[in-house]
């Protein structure tokens, strides 16, 4: 059983979309992750969510470029909450991509995060966030998550001025 279905257009956005699955792998966070397209392979991307919705997923995210989509194709269908993550592209560096994605009509939300890699970080960190809700392990992983994150800053040094 995955716990979290990650699914990007294309096998390219694989290098921004592995910063989601790195986390709920650091996270102990089982995940499937695909390639489907909402636009080439719809049948396909529905066949495979009501699979992950049957096993126990409890969260999906999707990265998609340009039209970007497959965001709001997955919420659609699915109840489950949806994070998306806007891949940059050739022409417009993502900008498209979360325009489609915040701009989703009433009523079928897509909790978007930013462009690129923090954005796919960050999605990962909020399924952590609401699984965190009910799991007092992996609300303790969080706590030292973003305890280690602030004592990293604080042991930053600025280099020195020639």
């Given at each position: ?8 257009g294309s096998?390219s956005d694989?290098?921004v ?39 126990g ?16 194709v997955?919420?659609?269908k ?12 050739k022409?417009?560096?993502g ?8 701009q ?8 978007t995060?930013?462009i ?9 960190l909020s399924v ?20 280690t994150?602030?004592e ?11």
């Amino acid at each position: 059983m995955a716990t979290v279905g990650i699914v990007m257009g294309s096998t390219s956005d694989w290098d921004v979309m592995k910063e989601a699955a790195q986390i709920c792998k650091d996270f102990g966070i089982s995940y499937s992750a695909r390639a489907l397209s909402a636009h080439r392979t719809p049948v396909e991307l529905e066949q495979w969510m009501e699979e992950m919705e049957a096993s126990g997923c409890q969260a999906f995210i999707a990265g998609a470029g340009a039209a970007a989509h497959l965001a709001g194709v997955v919420a659609a269908k699915t109840i489950l909450p949806t994070f998306g993550v806007p891949i940059p592209s050739k022409y417009l560096k993502g900008l498209d991509s979360l325009l489609a994605m915040v701009q989703m009509p009433k009523g079928i939300p897509v909790s978007t995060l930013a462009i690129g890699e923090a954005g796919a970080a960050n999605a990962g960190l909020s399924v952590v966030a609401i699984l965190a809700l009910h799991d007092a392990d992996m609300k303790a992983k969080l706590i030292n998550f973003r305890a280690t994150q602030a004592e990293k800053v604080r042991n930053s040094v600025l280099p020195e001025l020639a």
